[in-house]
């Protein structure tokens, strides 16, 4: 059978905001992962539309469609047009387990939730032509699953083409965040086996790992023994944690032994009365302080992501949000303007407050204000995230923050790394058109197995985390 497998590209990639390298820095797993369930004699074609044009004119028998918010509607037009042409079409992710009533009249079939049990189970039904048309996930567990498709991947597509999952969900419940609504009615936090974790890191060549999970220091027990594991196998790694997490024992001792170089922290706020809002509750009352020199002692370059447009906020939020943040010396930032996903809280109450714009899921992109404000009114919120990332990322923030690090060696990897992934723009662009940003990765890989700080003789990463 002749499956096609498409992840749309977010509306943004055909807007001025687009940065190719942010899409082509590393693969989603998404579609390989349901990839491992089809048959050995199934022919298929994985495109990912934020690093190659999509193909479109062919005839597939199956077309499997993986939908977020933003590339929502581009992801109903593909559906329709492969529809048009006879193929049976699957529409499942994010954005459908939130609407499944915006998604059915595109699709076959529509699946709410994590696809390891439903897609299987669709591909039986599939053979023996009774497929339903929607199915729900119920059984949460990933212990046993076949190997990711890793070689659907065009790996030469991106800059560092191993990213790995080794959980899903998280541990928390902040009301922002799209977690709760799509693992709803059953476990939303779950891991791999440790030994299979293991087995998959092993299958990945080079040095490496871009860890996608959620919260990959969310299961104590889990991670200590992942990075038990990991210890020997000469791996240089980035991934996401939580404040309390890092404060925790000392996993982020482990981790930092295990090649952690670069970690993603949700800061999301300074204002605790936005943190109680949001029911931040990992963040209250924790010493950011804290967390952020202790990954800084061992090494560990920091990427913090904020939310501006709480209510709490008002118009020196910006101001007072990077200078902080140049302060203590994160080497990149994530801004988002607050955004209200459908399915969660925050969604349910603003609907209910009366105070979303509109439903153009378009503009639902962490970069435009689509709700009522308050405290700061919408053009002033637009325009002070627009200056946080300018200002941010100017050559004098740049350096003042690279000048809070203790050593020199330090300073001057910050100082590389900020400015190499904000300030460079035309020449990514430039390696990405010329096909040569996998030719990066062997240079980057050097790079970090030589580099020693004076402090800890540990090894600081030159890539530059996700902002
Ligand atoms: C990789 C990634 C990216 C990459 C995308 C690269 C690319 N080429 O597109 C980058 C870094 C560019 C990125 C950007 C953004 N991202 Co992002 N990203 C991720 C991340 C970390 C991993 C995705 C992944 O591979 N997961 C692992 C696989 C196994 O899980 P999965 O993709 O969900 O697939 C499973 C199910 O969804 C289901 N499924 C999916 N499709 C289908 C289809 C069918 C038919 C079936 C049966 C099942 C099914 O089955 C799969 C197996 O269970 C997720 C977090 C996460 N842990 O998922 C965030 C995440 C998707 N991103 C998110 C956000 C908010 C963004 C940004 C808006 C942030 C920003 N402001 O920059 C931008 C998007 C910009 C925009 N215009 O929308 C949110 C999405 C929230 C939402 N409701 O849509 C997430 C969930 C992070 C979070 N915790 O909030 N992102
Ligand atoms: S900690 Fe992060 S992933 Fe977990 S619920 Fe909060 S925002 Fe979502």
């Not at 498709?149 to 902040?174: A, E, F, Q, W």
């Not at 890191?201 to 990991?230: C, T, V």
């Not at 925790?248 to 952690?260: D, H, S, T």
Request: some cysteine.
């Amino acid at each position: 059978m002749k499956i096609k497998m498409i992840l749309p590209a977010l509306t943004e990639a055909k807007s001025p905001y687009w940065r190719p390298i942010k899409y082509s820095l590393f693969p989603p797993l998404g579609l390989a992962t349901l990839a491992a369930y089809c048959s050995p004699d199934d022919e298929i074609d994985l495109q990912d539309e934020h690093v190659e044009e999509l193909q479109i004119n062919d005839t597939p028998d199956l077309v499997i469609i993986q939908v977020y918010i933003t590339n929502a509607f581009r992801a109903y037009k593909l559906a329709d047009h492969y529809r048009q042409r006879g193929a049976y079409v699957c529409l499942g992710g994010l954005h459908v387990s939130s609407l499944p009533d915006e998604a059915i009249p595109h699709a076959d079939s529509i699946f709410i939730g994590p696809g390891e049990d439903t897609f299987p189970e669709f591909l039986k039904d599939f053979n023996n032509r009774t497929p339903r048309k929607v199915y729900v996930n119920s059984k949460r567990n990933i212990t046993d699953i076949p190997p990711i498709r890793r070689d659907l991947i065009k790996r030469n597509h991106y800059l560092v083409p191993n990213s790995i999952v080794v959980s899903r969900g998280c541990p928390h419940h902040c009301d922002f965040c799209y977690k709760d609504a799509f693992f709803e009615g059953g476990k939303s936090f779950y891991t791999q086996r440790v030994d299979a974790a293991l087995t998959e890191i092993d299958r990945l060549p080079g040095k490496h790992l871009y860890f996608l999970d959620d919260h990959l220091l969310g299961n104590q027990k889990f991670s200590s023994a992942l990075f038990e594991g990991m210890k020997g196998m000469n791996r240089v790694f980035q991934g996401a944690s939580t404040i309390d997490a890092i404060l925790r024992g000392n996993l982020i001792e482990q981790a930092a032994e295990a090649g952690l170089r670069s970690v993603f922290i949700g800061f999301e706020t300074l204002s605790n009365a936005n943190l109680a809002q949001s029911n931040k509750k990992q963040n209250l009352g924790k010493d950011y302080r804290e967390a952020i020199n202790r990954c800084h002692s061992l090494g560990i370059m920091i990427n913090g992501s904020f939310v501006f447009g709480l209510d709490d906020d008002d118009k020196d939020v910006f101001d007072r949000t990077v200078d902080w943040a140049v302060e203590n010396a994160l080497t990149t930032c994530t801004f988002h303007i607050l955004t209200p996903y459908p399915g969660t809280r925050l969604y349910q109450s603003m609907e209910q407050q009366g105070r979303l714009l509109h439903h153009n899921w378009d503009l639902y992109d962490t970069r435009q204000v689509v709700y009522k404000t308050v405290g700061l009114n919408a053009a002033e919120l637009k325009a002070g995230y627009d200056y946080a990332y300018k200002s941010f990322y100017s050559w004098k923030n740049i350096c003042r923050a690279s000048m809070n690090h203790d050593t020199l060696k330090h300073q001057l990897k910050h100082f590389a790394y900020a400015g190499g992934w904000k300030k460079f723009e035309p020449l990514w662009n430039f390696i990405i058109k010329t096909k040569g940003l996998n030719n990066m990765l062997p240079l980057l890989e050097t790079i970090l197995s030589k580099v020693k700080s004076n402090n800890n003789n540990k090894s600081v990463s030159p890539f530059p985390a996700i902002a």
